[in-house]
């Protein structure tokens, strides 16, 4: 499988708890991208990385949100002492820079308790 | 500011019937690019089609068609003979020139084709 892939699929945890989310875009894809989706809302933009330098950061990125993409490959996305309203859908998609057409992974579901 | 708007929240047709999901867009940029996807229950977002702001020209795939008209801002899609396969939801999104490529999604459409 040559697409996307995020891990994990589901993550469920407490409030005050730290998650950490894996994303793996598709092998050259030198642009990665991170949004959020809740339930009945299209994806919101957080982040994205040009090889390992974060270029941009949307405001709904908290001080308890933190993204790296250390190596230019993956990309790992933080969530610090979590809140309830942090439960949403966390997208990850790439593109290959010579063209913009992004491809997403499946995503991974976060549920606070 | 940019700014998508698709005002049908669900569709609901029977198997064989053509459905047209609205897409209208707001942006300041000469230069855009606009998208739609599909996200069937499984989740995960496909891309479908991209066109340029300077390309009026509309596209057909298929069962799928698009037009674009940049005098009412809209980005229409059209499914032809629909089928049970195509009920997702179905998302517009815009990206202009110098944002590195972020999308600004519309809240989608969801579509239900019943047999």
């Known amino acids: 499988d040559t697409g996307v892939s995020q891990d994990p699929r589901h993550k469920i945890t407490k409030r005050g708890q730290n998650v950490t989310f894996r994303c793996d875009p598709i092998?050259?894809?030198?642009?990665l991208y991170w949004y959020r989706q809740t339930l009945g809302q299209g994806p919101e933009f957080l982040t994205y990385?040009?090889?390992?330098?974060?270029?941009?950061k949307s405001r709904l990125l908290s001080d308890r949100f933190s993204a790296e993409r250390p190596k230019g490959s993956f990309s790992t996305l933080e969530i610090q002492r979590t809140e309830q309203g942090d439960s949403a859908m966390y997208l990850c998609?790439?593109?290959?820079?010579?063209?913009?057409?992004?491809?997403f992974g499946p995503g991974t579901r976060l549920t606070v308790t | 500011a940019q700014k998508v708007t698709q005002a049908q929240t669900e569709i609901s047709v029977v198997e064989k019937e053509d459905v047209t999901l609205d897409c209208v867009y707001e942006?300041?940029?000469?230069?855009?690019?606009l998208f739609w996807y599909k996200q069937p229950p499984s989740g995960e977002l496909v891309f479908l089609i991209r066109?340029?702001?300077?390309?009026?020209q509309n596209e057909i795939s298929g069962r799928y068609s698009w037009n674009f008209q940049k005098s009412t801002s809209s980005f229409n899609f059209t499914i032809t003979a629909s089928q049970v396969v195509d009920s997702a939801v179905y998302f517009c999104?815009?990206?202009?020139?110098?944002?590195?490529?972020?999308?600004?999604f519309g809240q989608g459409t969801e579509l239900s084709v019943k047999p």
């Open positions: 998609a790439s593109s290959p820079g010579t063209s913009i057409e992004q491809y």
């Open positions: 092998s050259e894809h030198n642009r």
């Open positions: 990385f040009q090889n390992e330098a974060q270029l941009e």
């Open positions: 942006t300041r940029d000469t230069t855009y690019y």
């Open positions: 066109r340029n702001s300077f390309d009026e």
């Open positions: 999104a815009l990206s202009g020139p110098n944002q590195g490529g972020k999308l600004i």
